[in-house]
């Protein structure tokens, strides 16, 4: 039977809840839905009347949210597979309140003016296997940066991150982009939450170096290392390029006190708006190839692509969606007369959460960058006290590209661009240079 079924209000910033249901699953209402829960949980799907815990809207929902991991996780479908049956047991399952309980709810009135409960947080026993398998088979799919995929999903490095600690990470809704809590309990033997039993669910996961199914690949082996030659791979060609910058200024430029802390200069606000103005000269920047004019979004690396064509720029004015406007934006108190929040605020926001859709203080703007993906402060900053984040002496700024003949043409350009930008403004201290990062390091 059903823990939840279907959506009931809101959480936090347009977070949707599941509404408390206990009762048999139920079949889908819409084509739509249908097609999306085949498309995303075939493991699930027994045929066209399938009955779920989970109503088309809910599916609707998974697949907004399924974006950016999906891109990150997708070459190596076997990965891919395990970790969208995690969710979709979780969302779907019609043996739901086997391994998942409901631990709290909150009261919803619909729009009949009925009122129901509203589901805030959920139990979710995994098997043990289940969760190492899921895990073993993604840690080494790779991404771009030289960054492995799990380092982006598991909110720390994918060296130090652990099936327990992705879980809780995905689960955490003030970290992740979960809309409610998801308490995982990871156990080879049953556990008890508040007097219910729960089986851990055995999602049968595929390891990496097998194929799902007759149609698909297992991984290539530089997302897993067990897949080694029975089939033959491409010459791994090095996919990724990277353009990068990093700026100082003299030492003895001022730094910019706020609140309690001493900023380096780098956070002036008028060197700020400088360097964006560099990083949007170089976003539009045309070079040509044979006959053909080539611009940054013709070479880069775009993870949302086709719905989403910003390129991947790794530098801290993401934090501000690339935007002199965002960069400016303050909060002001309830009279209209201090502010409350500024750049500075958002910065240290989003540096200690960069996914987040939306910031803590009072100006409530997005952490997430354009290309749809978090940028990791150690990316993006240099010479820095611990995590102290605010003591940066460096920028770095980073667009990612796939390797190319047009990639060549494009990175002339840039060169010529910076010796110039170098010459035109002496006071500044930078160095740029391009890397090749092939997938297996
Ligand atoms: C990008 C990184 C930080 C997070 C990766 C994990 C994401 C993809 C996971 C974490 C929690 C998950 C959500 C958990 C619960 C629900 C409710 C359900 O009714 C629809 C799916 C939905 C909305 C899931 C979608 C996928 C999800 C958002």
């Known amino acids: 039977d059903c823990v939840w079924y ?70 190596c479908p076997s990965c891919f597979y395990n970790f969208m049956n995690l969710w979709c047991y979780l969302t779907c399952g019609p043996n739901q309140d086997e391994y998942m309980s409901v631990n709290a709810t909150k009261p919803y009135v619909t729009p009949k003016n009925e009122t129901v409960e509203a589901v805030i947080s959920v139990n979710y026993a995994v098997e043990t296997d289940s969760a190492h398998g899921m895990f073993n088979s993604c840690r080494d799919v790779q991404s771009y940066n030289n960054l492995r995929a799990l380092s982006f999903l598991c909110g720390e490095d994918a060296e130090t991150c652990t099936p327990q600690r992705w879980l809780d990470y995905m689960g955490n809704s003030l970290k992740s982009e979960a809309p409610f809590d998801i308490y995982f309990s990871v156990s080879s033997r049953n556990v008890t939450i508040n007097n219910t039993v729960l089986v851990p669910l055995d999602m049968k996961p595929v390891p990496c170096y097998k194929a799902v199914s007759s149609t698909s690949k297992p991984c290539r082996c530089t997302d897993c290392p067990k897949a080694s030659c029975d089939f033959v791979l491409p010459t791994v060609s090095p996919l990724f390029r990277t353009e990068n910058i990093i700026i100082r200024r003299p030492k003895n430029s001022t730094r910019v006190p706020w609140i309690n802390k001493n900023f380096t200069s780098i956070f002036d606000i008028t060197f700020m708006h400088q360097i964006l103005d560099l990083q949007l000269s170089i976003t539009n920047l045309t070079a040509e190839y044979r006959n053909e004019n080539i611009t940054l979004e013709d070479i880069c690396y775009a993870p949302l692509r086709p719905d989403n064509n910003n390129c991947t720029v790794m530098s801290i004015f993401n934090y501000y969606q690339n935007s002199h406007e965002m960069l400016d934006k303050v909060a002001l108190d309830d009279y209209g007369w201090f502010v409350v929040a500024n750049y500075l605020d958002h910065f240290l926001y989003c540096v200690w959460d960069p996914a987040a859709a939306h910031d803590a203080s009072k100006l409530r703007t997005p952490c997430l960058g354009t290309f749809g993906g978090p940028v990791y402060p150690s990316l993006v900053l240099r010479d820095y006290e611990g995590q102290e984040y605010w003591t940066a002496k460096a920028l770095v700024i980073t667009f990612d590209v796939l390797n190319g003949k047009k990639v060549k043409a494009w990175e002339k350009r840039f060169y010529a661009f910076m010796k110039e930008y170098k010459t035109l403004n002496k006071d500044l201290d930078i160095t740029y240079f391009s890397k090749v990062t092939t997938p297996s390091n």
């Open 6 to 75: 279907g959506q009931c209000g809101y959480q936090g910033f347009g977070h949707k809840l599941n509404c408390k249901y206990t009762g048999p699953p139920k079949p889908f209402s819409t084509l739509e839905g249908l097609q999306k829960f085949k498309e995303y949980c075939p493991s699930l799907y027994t045929g066209s009347n399938v009955r779920t815990c989970c109503s088309d809207d809910q599916m609707l929902t998974l697949d907004t949210q399924m974006g950016f991991s999906r891109q990150l996780l997708q070459q």
